[in-house]
């Protein structure tokens, strides 16, 4: 994969650079090429393939969220996991999530699902797999991204301090095992799907705890709400 036609935040690229150069980014990139070649449509578009990096550069991340891969539906993927564009009906995880920091802060419910206003404060919204074939979850599992994926939270937890990882579901806490808990707050519960959110994903306090973790190293905290629709600016 081309390192110079990405479109990525400069300390990012700069630090992943050797990624876009090994073998099986190469390999990645042709197995992309020849899912389109043969018809398939693949999800996000390819400008937003590391939007969730190009949104929320190396030096400025606080939080980390990591997802699973990304929404196989048409229009949803926009390359922030849990994400989804303005006027797009909001998923069941993020209704979930949205309904934990009305609980944890107090925060109404917002008309839309779209969280880059929490990338541009620091949030990164990172997929374990950064692509998905349209109408098929976990498509493109096993095929690289998860090494890719694995060195930038790896840069974050050997370059950084203090940040604040939500790892939600076995599978963000499984790619998190290596986070340094000296060094980082790692914070744990289920996944907010409708199948576990009630298992102890509502409750979790993630949201506040995050805020007061961040403050304590005198960092502004996130603020959390998100404006009304109407008051969006174009993604």
């Given at each position: 994969?081309?390192?110079?036609?990405?479109?990525?935040?400069?300390?990012?690229k700069s630090r992943l650079a050797s990624e876009f150069d090994a073998p099986y980014m190469q390999a990645l990139r042709e197995f992309l090429i020849a899912e389109k070649r043969a018809g398939k449509t693949i999800f996000p578009a390819s400008a937003n393939i590391f939007a969730a990096l190009d949104a929320t550069p190396f030096d400025q991340v606080k939080v980390v969220?990591?997802?699973?891969?990304?929404?196989?539906g048409p229009g949803q993927a926009h390359?922030?996991?849990?994400s989804v564009l303005p006027g797009v009906p909001v998923p069941p995880s993020l209704e979930?999530?949205?309904?934990?920091q009305q609980r944890d802060l107090g925060i109404p419910r917002p008309d839309?699902?779209?969280l880059m206003p929490w990338a541009r404060q620091g949030v990164l919204l990172l997929n374990a797999v950064l692509t998905v074939e349209r109408g098929l979850a976990g498509s493109?599992?096993?095929k690289g991204w998860e090494r890719f994926t694995d060195a930038v939270v790896a840069r974050l937890n050997e370059e950084r301090e203090g940040l604040v990882f939500l790892l939600w579901g076995s599978y963000a806490q499984a790619k998190g095992k290596a986070i340094d808990a000296r060094r980082h707050t790692v914070l744990k519960a289920p996944h907010p799907s409708p199948l576990s959110?009630?298992?102890g994903f509502i409750g979790c306090g993630h949201f506040s705890t995050a805020n007061a973790r961040l403050e304590a190293r005198g960092l502004a905290p996130i603020d959390w709400r998100l404006p009304p629709r109407s008051q969006l600016p174009l993604p």
């Open positions: 994969m081309n390192e110079d036609r990405v479109r990525l935040e400069p300390g990012w969220v990591l997802g699973q891969d990304p929404y196989h390359g922030l996991c849990f979930n999530i949205y309904a934990e839309h699902g779209w493109h599992q096993g959110a009630y298992r």
